[in-house]
């Protein structure tokens, strides 16, 4: 075995020559996958792929992919995001169409883009998230929400593996807004049967621990007893920076921002 000099990594890898970042969406059954299931069919996809993806140095080395701001197991996402180290130069058109060929039906590739500064996670302070609840007027959920917003703070608990932990919802939750009962665009999967489906869109902030839409759900059972008859189903449609306006700025660079429900 050859000796590794000072200053020498051993087995050095090729070096990263271009990050490119990438937004993906997670669809339909696949919304039970954990993180770290996605992760796996991501990498997965990089070595069937053919991308030249980069490696950490060392005896052990892994493939050069970051991750921000994973979304709960059991939610939707159109707005996941991680970016991956090349060792070569590429169009990050040819990167989304290699992956997104190769990734399973409900993993899907929505656009890529060769990383500038800032860093990724410097891009991402809040998510935009579209909850539907079956069985609930929209009457009600404007009068829950209205009942959220007018409070200062409001904290829940969550169980967690190191114990019960206190979440202020109120503080991350930057605007909430009750849609009509049944709107334009409900799938019959979000309405799972029911006459009514009122939709609840909310914009909120990044925090330690993350609120969830599980958490926002339990503060507005807290402050007027909103209890959906089934479970709702939660899909988060961007992430970016909170502006001053209450939308969000792309991540990817652009100069797209959400607009409010």
């Known amino acids: 075995m050859a000796r590794v000099r000072p200053g020498e990594a051993a087995n050095p890898a090729p070096p990263t020559v271009q990050r490119i970042r990438v937004r993906f969406a997670k669809r339909g059954r696949l919304r039970f996958l954990s993180h770290r299931d996605v992760a796996r069919s991501v990498e997965r996809a990089v070595r069937r792929s053919g991308v030249p993806v980069s490696h950490s140095h060392g005896f052990s080395p892994h493939p050069r992919i970051s991750w921000i701001g994973a979304a709960p197991t059991g939610t939707a996402s159109e707005a996941e995001y991680f970016e991956i180290g090349l060792t070569r130069e590429m169009e990050p058109d040819v990167v989304r169409t290699a992956l997104d060929a190769v990734l399973p039906d409900g ?155």
């Open 107 to 261: 993993l899907d590739i929505l656009d890529a883009v060769v990383a500038t500064p800032p860093a990724l996670a410097d891009r991402v302070d809040a998510s935009l998230w579209r909850i539907a609840l079956p069985g609930v007027s929209g009457a009600d959920l404007r009068a829950a929400v209205e009942g959220l917003m007018a409070k200062d703070s409001l904290v829940v608990d969550r169980i967690m593996p190191s114990g019960k932990r206190q979440i202020d919802v109120r503080a991350a939750v930057a605007w909430a807004e009750a849609g009509e009962d049944s709107p334009g665009g409900v799938t019959p999967e979000e309405t799972g049967g029911a006459a009514v489906c009122a939709i609840l869109t909310a914009v909120v902030r990044q925090t330690t621990p993350a609120v969830r839409p599980d958490d926002v759900l339990g503060a507005l059972d807290v402050v007027a007893g909103l209890k959906p008859p089934v479970p709702a189903k939660s899909t988060r449609l961007a992430q970016g920076l909170l502006d001053d306006s209450g939308r969000l700025t792309d991540p990817l660079g652009s100069d797209r921002v959400t607009t409010r429900a």
